[in-house]
T-cell receptor, first 112, second 114 residues
Framework: SQQGEEDPQALSIQEGENATMNCSYK?????LQWYRQNSGRGLVHLIL?????REKHSGRLRVTLDTSKKSSSLLITASRAADTASYFC????????????FGTGTRLTVIP | DTEVTQTPKHLVMGMTNKKSLKCEQH?????MYWYKQKAKKPPELMFV???????INESVPSRFSPECPNSSLLNLHLHALQPEDSALYLC?????????????FGSGTRLTVV
C-alpha cells in the first residue's frame, strides 16, 4: 500500500535557494524517512525521524514532523545542481516492523 | 562493504522466458526487500525477508517467486511475465526487521518484457 502523498509533485528552483517538500500520510507511524533517487537509480537514505521527535537536522537538510497533522516537511538549504533528484517520504504505517511504504514523491530541479 | 549489489543492471526477456534477478549484500543485514517501481511512480513493496524467511508477500502474482538462499543473497525468479511487468526492480536491506533504521538500496535491475 502507499500512504504518503507529497507536495508539490514537481519543484524548480535556482541554485542557492531553499527547497521545501511536504509529505502527508494517513495512519499512525513509528518513524518517517526521506530518500533521494537520481533518475533511474536506487534510492539513497537521507534522514529518519521518529514519531516522538519534532525536528531533525543533517547537514543542509532539516526535517520536521507533526504527528497531529500527519505531515512532515523536508527543507534543503542552499541548494546545488547536484540536489536535482526525486525525493520520497516513507513510513512504516505503524506496523512496528521496518517495512517501508513510499509516498508519491517530489521531483526537484535545481537550475545552475 | 556498504553496498547492495544487483545483477543484471538491464534485462530484456520474452513472455515465455524464465530469468532471475540477483541481489547481494555483505553488511550483515538480516532483512531484505524487493520493490517494483514503474516510471515516475514510487517504489511498491513486493516481498520482505526477515532472517531468511519470507514474512510479507504484498499480493504479488505467482509469476514472481522470491528466494533467499542465505543471509547475504536474495533472488527474484521470473516466469511468464507480462509486458506490464516492465519496471525497475529494486532490492534493499536493513540491519534488522524491527530496528526501524534506514534501508540500503541497490541500483536496481531495469526489466523490459517483450
Amino acid at each position: 500500500s502507499q500512504q504518503g502523498e507529497e507536495d508539490p509533485q514537481a519543484l524548480s528552483i535556482q541554485e542557492g535557494e531553499n527547497a521545501t517538500m511536504n509529505c502527508s500520510y494517513k495512519t499512525s507511524i513509528n518513524n518517517l524517512q526521506w530518500y533521494r533517487q537520481n533518475s533511474g537509480r536506487g534510492l539513497v537514505h537521507l534522514i529518519l525521524i521518529r514519531s516522538n521527535e519534532r525536528e531533525k537536522h543533517s547537514g543542509r537538510l532539516r526535517v520536521t514532523l507533526d504527528t497531529s497533522k500527519k505531515s512532515s516537511s523536508l527543507l534543503i538549504t542552499a541548494s546545488r545542481a547536484a540536489d536535482t533528484a526525486s525525493y520520497f517520504c516513507a513510513t512504516d504505517e505503524g506496523t512496528g516492523a521496518n517495512n517501508l511504504f513510499f509516498g508519491t514523491g517530489t521531483r526537484l530541479t535545481v537550475i545552475p | 562493504d556498504t553496498e547492495v549489489t544487483q545483477t543484471p543492471k538491464h534485462l530484456v526477456m520474452g513472455m515465455t522466458n524464465k530469468k532471475s534477478l540477483k541481489c547481494e549484500q555483505h553488511m550483515g543485514h538480516r532483512a531484505m526487500y524487493w520493490y517494483k517501481q514503474k516510471a515516475k511512480k514510487p517504489p511498491e513493496l513486493m516481498f520482505v525477508y526477515s532472517y531468511e524467511k519470507l514474512s510479507i508477500n504484498e499480493s504479488v502474482p505467482s509469476r514472481f517467486s522470491p528466494e533467499c538462499p542465505n543471509s547475504s543473497l536474495l533472488n527474484l525468479h521470473l516466469h511468464a511475465l507480462q509486458p506490464e511487468d516492465s519496471a525497475l526492480y529494486l532490492c534493499a536491506s536493513s540491519q534488522d526487521p524491527w530496528a526501524s533504521d534506514g534501508y540500503t538500496f541497490g541500483s536496481g535491475t531495469r526489466l523490459t518484457v517483450v
